[in-house]
């Protein structure tokens, strides 16, 4: 088991990977794109050939990705959502006259 896993490669993704093996954490790393992970495996993280051996890895995850549309189970998360009302995210505290 590892400290800590990390999600996503990409430029912020591996900046973080190198600071949390620089600081001597057991990292766990995942990315879609699986060579993306051959530099933080050379550098001593550990590879997860899947996203849930990833999140099973650690207590601590770190999900670095670009945006919606490059997480993994975005179709579940779209369907699911379609069923719940938004928030209102402000209300006014003002008492009503």
């Known amino acids: ?25 057991a990292l766990t790393v995942w990315n879609r794109t699986a060579s993306k992970a051959d530099a933080p495996v050379e550098a001593g993280a550990l590879r997860a050939e899947t996203l849930a051996s990833a999140v099973g890895a650690s207590p601590r ?18 369907r699911r959502s379609r069923s719940r009302q938004p928030r209102q995210a402000y209300r006014s505290h003002k008492k009503k006259d």
């Not at 088991?1 to 973080?16: E, F, K, Y």
């Open 1 to 25: 088991m590892s400290d800590i896993t990390l999600i996503g490669l990409g430029p912020m993704g591996s900046a973080l990977g190198s600071a949390l093996l620089s600081q001597g954490h």
């Open 61 to 78: 995850i770190l999900v670095c990705v670009s945006g919606y549309e490059a997480a993994p189970d975005r179709r579940r998360h779209k």
